[in-house]
Every structure is written in C-alpha cells, then in structure tokens.
C-alpha cells in the first residue's frame, strides 16, 4: 500500500472501488423520471425536478464554483464507462417532450403560486407595465393610438374567424393576468395571500366583502371572479338582507372609485378589431376590450338587481338600492337610461316616504346636471300616462314636474320644453274631465265590478226564478221577466264623467301651478297659439272643477291675456259665474279670488261691467261673514275712486275736444 492510504493502481482494493463507484449522470437520471412520474416535473424525462426555488443562496454559489474550478482529478478517474455515455447521448440527442395539459382537478385545487405555476402551466409574464396606471381605463388610453387604416381596409371588418381569434387571445391574456396576480401576491406578502385565500373559504360575511374588495382595487383585471362574487349577493339575494346591503355599498363604491370610466362602456365586438395589430401591444389592447366587455355585461346586471332590491318587501332595502341608482345615475353615463327609469319607478311606491324621497333625488339630480331636464321629464311622462297607475304616483308626478326650475337657454330645454310640460298638464286635465283617470275613472271601475255579480243573479232569475215551483207559477213568470231585463243590460256602462264634486282637486291645482309657472319660458310667438288651443280646457275647468281649481285658472288665463293686453268679454263672463259659487267666501282661496276680481275690474274699460260686477258683489257680502263684507266693501271704494279719477280724466278730455272743434 503506498503512503497516504492510497491504493496502488491495478490492486484489489482499487479494482473493487472501482465497481463500486456511482455513475453521477445516470443517477440524476433515474431521478428526474422517478420525479416525472410523480408528477412533479413540468416536462418530460429531460427537464427532471427544479430545484432552484428550493435551494439556498450559499449553497447555489458553491455550485458555480466547484463547476468553474479547473480538474485536477488524475486521468483515470476522469475516463466514464460506455454505459454513462450512452445515456448521456441519448439525454443529449432525445427530444423534449411537449408539456402535458392540467387536469381540470388539479387546476380548481387551491395552489400557493408563490411556490411557481401548477404542474403543466407555464410561468407566464403580465402584459402590463409597472409603471402603467392602476385603473385600468387609465391604462388603456395610455397605450399608444391604433393605426388609421384607408381604402378598403377601413370598410372591411373581421371575419368571424378573426373574431374567435382575437377572442381566445383575450381570454388567454386575461387567464394569464389572473395566474401572475396570484404569483406575485403570495410572493410579495404571503401572509396576507393566505388571509385572503381563508377569509374567502370560511371567513364571516363582512370579512368576505372586504376580502373581495381588496383584491378589486388592488387589480380589477385580475380579479373579475371576486366582481362575480359580490354581484351574486345582490342578484341571488342570499345570506339576508344586511348581506345584500353590504354588498350593495361595496358594489357601488367599486363601480364608481375603480371600475367606471366617465364614458359609455361598449361591447368586444363594438371595438376596432380589424387595426389591432398581432403584437404584444396588440394582445394587451385586446385583453383591456375583453375587461372593458366584462364589465359592461357585469354592470349591467348589478342594475337590474339594484331594480329587484328597489321592490322588497323591506323599505330600508328599497331606500338603499334607491340611493345607490341616483349615486351611479349623477356620478357615471353607464346604463343611464336603465337607472333613471329605476329612479323615476319609485314615484309610485306604496310608500310615501319612498315615494317622495324619489321625487327629491329627481330634483337634486336636475341641480347638478341640468342638461338631463329634457330626458327626465320625457321618462316621468312616460311613467304618469301608464295604464294602472294609482292617482298618488300621478300626483307626485305632476308635483315633480311643477317644481322643475326652468329656464330660457337651449341647453335646458328653453321653450320647448315649456311647452312639453304645457302639453302633459293639458292632457292630463282632459284625462280626468273625460273619466279615464281620476276619481271618476275609480267610481266606473267599482261599477263595473258590480256588473258580473248582477248579471250572475239575473242569469239565475232566467234559468229558474226564485220560486219553489221549478219554473212553474211566480218563479216562472219572475224568470221570463229577469230575462228580458238581463238580455238588455248585459253590455258594459259607458265611463263616467267627472262631476265638479268628483275632481281631485290636488291634482289639479298642481296642474294650474305647473301651467302658470311654464307660460312665462314660453317664446312670444308661441303664447297666443297656445291660448287658443288650451283655453277651452280652461273656461271647462271654471265651470266644473271645485273654486280652488277655478279661481287658480282664472288667475292663469288672465295672466296670459293681461300680457297681450286682450282680455276677452268669455273671461268676464266666467270671473262672474264664479261670484255665486257657494264656496266664494268659506274657501282658502277668497283672498286670492278678491284680488283677482280687483284686478279685473280695474282694468276693465267697459263701464256699465263694472257696475253689475258690483252690484254682484254686494248681493253676495250681505249674506256674508262681517270679515268677508268688509273686504268687499274696502275693494269697491278702491274700486270708485280710481274710477271717478279716471272718469273726471275722459271728461275733461272730452270736454277740450269739444271746444277744439267749436274753435275750428
């Protein structure tokens, strides 16, 4: 044996080192199949078991070392069997198998993507830039602008091949987006990726709305089943309803803080597909049309849940999903349309506090966004001239609509919109004279439900009668007489017209305010059309709707014919039909008449009209209470002296033209 313990070459113990001495390369082999059986290899035989995640940073730099550092190992140990190079050819010379697809099973595990991708995923890269803004509308107009494209490429649009295509890619960058999100979550704070991935499985409700809004605002792109989740709350309405209005609030503060542009959202197919290019740039684009898609849709839903809520049964569940319509409805022009229908709906709920709640957030949404005046009132016209509506959601309505501030600028609708509104009280008053809506359209109803029943008995009277006789003596001749009755009755009564005591008379003082308050915004060359072809609604309304009604559309129609300085003899006629109305001095509205009627006879030029209006008058005070006798007697001394003053004027004018001509 030579010194320092080492055999001598060709020696029985060297021999038997020799055999016993491990092939490195094929060990190695054998593992990385053994672990590509198991599973735990992305590839096949040749990529074997990474381990680098797993390895510590000292230990790697030792590796790199030792492989750097030059051999001095002797000849004879540097020389390999046969058998470990004809592995190593056949490592260096098999080709790489492809990567094997992941089960659907093991895809929906749970999986810490801080420790890489799930066996057969590949570790993909995020589209989007580190330094591109959070929100991802910011990010999208960020990018740069699409090519203009000429000729015939402008006309043409995508196949539908081309459109699956730019779908599928979408949907892949998306899945991507979704799978590196994960990554770099639990790589960042892993403590903080598995308080969510717990919270999410078992956590309480309130720590699941946190939860999911978290992930939302940290990445809206990446996290669309967290949106899913959220709206399924609302729309299912599971869990109660404290759970539905968290979800709700947290619903609304997502859509508005990170999800809504302040645009019109639009669907993947409304895009310009055909100047994306095949890039990278290309696919990033694509995948921001793919969310911009997804959440519309989204959106869209989580409105419809908001007019399901707006129905409850419960009324802090309704005041809740209205509150969140007029928040989306002024803040963004998403589903705009679908949101004030929402909003204006609630006029006519059963209660009343919703109801006017409703009626204030309409008039609160017109202060800040002015221009919407013109699409509200057409929304809230199509909502009072629905069939089956109840008189009270009218009448908010009609209570909205007078109180709406107009104005004389085109941008608010200026005198068209005046006009609109003059139309829709004009229409509804003819509505209710004729019996269609109103009290009279309900006393017609009760009529009619009375109908059936009546005509069941006179049906039994014609079958049999009422006697014991089964159609023999009194019985039969009580039938024969029945039948005839019956056979003559059975068609429906015509509606009932309105009776002055039958009018509601809020309504229609809501109507009056609304038309006097409207008359002023209307153009000059449009009032005098407008007098002809409502005034014979007014004079109808004098004569049959209660004095309150009657004294408000006197005051308008002398307001319109005080302005064109034409006060017609129909409108005397009128003012002194009313002085004998029984309610004239009992009524809220004397003041208001008196004044009127002091106005009227003031500026009246005909003599002789004056003195029978009062001679009327005092016919009516001596029967009067003192206070109403004496305001009549204060109104016509009023009323002498400005006419003797006026009288000694033409006379004296009178007289000066006379002595002018006996001069001449």
């Known amino acids: 044996m030579a010194k320092g313990g080492h055999s001598k070459p060709g020696s029985v113990k060297h021999k038997l080192s020799e055999s016993n001495r491990v092939d490195a390369a094929a060990l190695q082999a054998e593992v990385k199949s053994f672990a590509s059986g198991l599973g735990l290899a992305a590839a096949g035989i040749g990529s074997g078991f990474d381990d680098t995640d797993f390895r510590p940073l000292n230990a790697e730099q030792k590796r790199k070392f030792k492989a750097n550092k030059p051999n001095t190992e002797s000849a004879d140990i540097q020389n390999v069997p046969k058998r470990k190079a004809q592995v190593d050819k056949q490592n260096t010379t098999a080709p790489a198998q492809q990567p094997a697809e992941t089960p659907d099973v093991v895809r929906e595990r749970n999986w810490n993507a801080g420790v890489g991708p799930r066996p057969g995923e590949k570790q993909g890269h995020s589209l989007l830039a580190r330094d591109s803004p959070s929100l991802w509308y910011e990010a999208a107009a960020a990018l740069a602008p699409l090519p203009v494209l000429t000729g015939a490429a402008a006309a043409a649009s995508v196949t539908e091949a081309e459109f699956e295509a730019k779908k599928q890619a979408a949907l892949a960058a998306l899945q991507n987006e979704e799978n590196v999100f994960e990554r770099d979550l639990g790589r960042k704070n892993g403590q903080d990726a598995r308080w969510l991935q717990q919270v999410r499985r078992s956590g309480t409700t309130s720590d699941k709305v946190a939860a999911l809004t978290l992930l939302l605002q940290e990445s809206a792109v990446a996290n669309l089943r967290s949106l899913d989740a959220l709206l399924n709350w609302v729309i299912k309405r599971k869990g109660g309803r404290n759970v539905v209005t968290q979800a709700i609030d947290a619903l609304k503060e997502i859509f508005l803080v990170a999800l809504l542009p302040d645009r019109k959202l639009r669907f993947f197919e409304q895009q310009p597909l055909a100047a994306v290019p095949a890039n990278k740039e290309g696919t990033r684009r694509l995948l921001f049309y793919h969310v911009e898609d997804c959440l519309k849709k989204r959106y869209s839903s989580f409105v419809t849940g908001l007019e399901e809520c707006s129905r409850d049964n419960l009324e802090f569940l309704k005041d809740k999903a209205l509150k969140a319509m007029y928040d989306l409805l002024r803040s963004k022009p998403e589903q705009e349309g679908k949101l004030l229908s929402g909003v204006v709906n609630k006029l006519g709920d059963p209660s009343r506090k919703v109801a006017s709640k409703a009626g204030y957030l309409l008039t609160s949404l017109l202060q800040e966004h002015p221009a919407m005046k013109v699409v509200v009132v057409a929304e809230v016209q199509r909502f009072m001239f629905r069939q089956g509506l109840q008189e009270r959601a ?271």
Do not use: W
């Not at 309504?507 to 038309?515: P, Y």
């Open 394 to 664: 009218r009448y908010y309505g009609v209570i909205f609509l007078n109180q709406m501030v107009l104005s004389h600028h085109e941008s608010q609708g200026g005198s068209d919109l005046a006009k609109r509104l003059i139309d829709i009280y004009f229409t509804l008053f003819k509505m209710i004279l004729e019996g269609h809506i109103g009290r009279a359209a309900a006393a017609a109803k009760e009529q009619e439900a009375k109908l059936p029943a009546k005509s069941k008995d006179r049906h039994r009277d014609r079958a049999g009668g009422r006697g014991r006789g089964r159609g023999r003596g009194r019985g039969r001749r009580r039938g024969s007489r029945g039948g005839s009755q019956g056979r003559g009755s059975s068609a429906p009564p015509e509606p009932k017209k309105a009776l002055a005591e039958e009018v509601d008379a809020r309504i229609l003082s809501a109507i009056i305010a609304g038309v006097r308050r409207a008359f002023p915004f209307v153009a000059t060359d449009d009032v005098q059309p407008l007098i002809e072809r409502h005034s014979d609604a007014l004079f109808k309304m004098i004569h049959t709707a209660p004095f309150g009604v009657a004294v408000q559309a006197l005051l308008l129609l002398f307001q319109l014919m005080a302005a064109q300085s034409a006060v017609s003899d129909r409108f005397y006629r009128a003012l002194y039909a009313v002085l004998l109305h029984p309610e004239v001095a009992r009524s809220g509205k004397s003041p208001m008449f008196l004044s009127l009627l002091f106005k009227a006879m003031k500026g009246d030029v005909s003599t002789k009209r004056v003195a029978a209006f009062a001679k009327r008058l005092l016919q009516v005070a001596q029967e009067q209470q003192p206070a109403f006798t004496c305001g009549c007697l204060l109104m016509l001394s009023e009323i002498l002296k400005v006419k003797k003053e006026k009288t000694r004027r033409e006379r004296v004018q009178g007289l000066r033209l006379h002595i002018s001509d006996y001069k001449q």
